[in-house]
């Protein structure tokens, strides 16, 4: 099946800072999504965006389809991003369990006061 | 819109016990999606429905675990004889789509957190 790698792990900043985290697929894709897990363990959908560029306020994300990644920017850190931010895709082959997203192992964002 | 609904948001149980949880997906969505979180780890995909058909079972959901979705409206996951490995984040997720499994994106509810003792 697709598999998916996100980087860094695990990031720690202080307020006000920049990040940009990293989801690499290893195949084509119908759907690319970006959640950020709460520390009450809630799935908040941040983007959709198989491909192009998107901008949500602090938040802006890129996919390079042809390529096989995608970045998630975060500007102007706040203590409220903290969380875990997960990259899921649906690649392009039905079945076989691919009919669902694969997601990464997450990157674990800590923002200090 | 309001959201994808799942109850019971916390279940604590036996091991060996039965237990079941229900999941109503957003009003329009017609595919209805249910995953597993464990621990440090991402969502994995168990199965998924399109309507009230189940289209499709990953490897990861056993023979102890079944999912219905009568009239194609709520569902409902159950898991029989329940063992210490299923101690786990069970989330449900909606979308609308026609022709394409992913050409709309998946909106999660909060969860089904259980715990076997």
């Known amino acids: 099946g697709i598999q998916v790698e996100q980087s860094p792990p695990d990031l720690i900043l202080q307020e006000g800072a920049n990040s940009t985290l990293r989801c690499n697929f290893s195949?084509?894709?119908?759907?690319l999504q970006w959640f950020h897990q709460n520390p009450w363990g809630q799935l908040i959908n941040l983007f959709y965006?198989?491909?192009g560029t998107k901008q949500n306020g602090r938040l802006s994300a890129t996919t390079v389809a042809t390529e096989r990644y995608s970045l998630l920017y975060i500007s102007s850190s706040q203590t409220t991003d903290s969380g875990v931010y997960f990259c899921a895709v649906l690649g392009t082959r039905s079945g076989g369990g691919a009919d669902g997203l694969t997601f990464g192992k997450g990157t674990h964002l800590i923002i200090q006061p | 819109d309001t959201g994808v609904s799942q109850n019971p948001r916390h279940k604590i149980t036996k091991r060996g016990q039965n237990v079941t949880f229900r999941c109503d997906p957003i009003?329009?969505?017609?595919?209805l999606y249910w995953y597993r979180q464990t621990l440090g780890q991402g969502p994995e995909f168990l199965t998924y429905?399109?309507?009230?058909?189940?289209?499709?079972k990953s490897r990861l959901l056993s023979d102890r675990f079944s999912a219905e979705r009568p009239k194609g409206s709520f569902s409902t996951l159950e898991i029989q004889r329940t063992e210490q490995g299923d101690s786990a984040m069970y989330l449900c997720?909606?979308?609308?789509?026609?022709?394409?499994?992913?050409?709309?994106?998946?909106?999660f509810g909060d969860g089904t957190r259980l715990s076997i003792l």
């Open positions: 195949d084509s894709v119908n759907n």
């Open positions: 997720a909606s979308s609308y789509g026609s022709l394409y499994p992913g050409n709309q994106p998946q909106h």
């Open positions: 965006i198989p491909s």
């Open positions: 009003s329009e969505h017609n595919r």
């Open positions: 429905f399109q309507n009230e058909a189940q289209l499709e």
